[in-house]
């Protein structure tokens, strides 16, 4: 089982990214799916998860700015990130089953 993720860099405030997280060795589609990041100097935070019956949750604050979305075929997560902040400047991660990617690093400056 393995998570790889990709598609971060620097980004300025307002901007956009997507995030992809390649999967191999299990079943996408009968998984959820989570998204979890950790800024600099701080914890682990929760940021959206997609379940198998297609539901999908966020945290407030990435409400309306972040969108998860599972492309099964190709066993692929993503997460469109948009208006973007320096407060999202953090290493995000996939996770599934209990497995972790290594991460991919968003710096969001001017």
């Known amino acids: 089982v393995q998570l790889v993720e990709s598609g971060g860099g620097l980004v300025q405030p307002g901007g956009s990214l997507r995030l992809s997280c390649a999967a191999s060795g299990f079943t996408l589609s009968s998984s959820p799916m989570t998204w979890a990041r950790q800024a600099p100097g701080k914890g682990l935070e929760w940021v959206s998860s997609f379940y198998s019956d297609g539901s999908t949750y966020y945290k407030d604050s990435m409400k309306g700015r972040f969108t998860i979305s599972r492309d099964n075929a190709n066993s692929t997560v993503y997460l469109q990130m948009n208006s973007l902040q320096p407060d999202d400047t953090a290493t995000y991660y996939c996770?599934?089953?209990?497995?972790w990617g290594r991460g991919t690093q968003i710096t969001v400056s001017s």
């Open positions: 996770v599934a089953g209990g497995i």
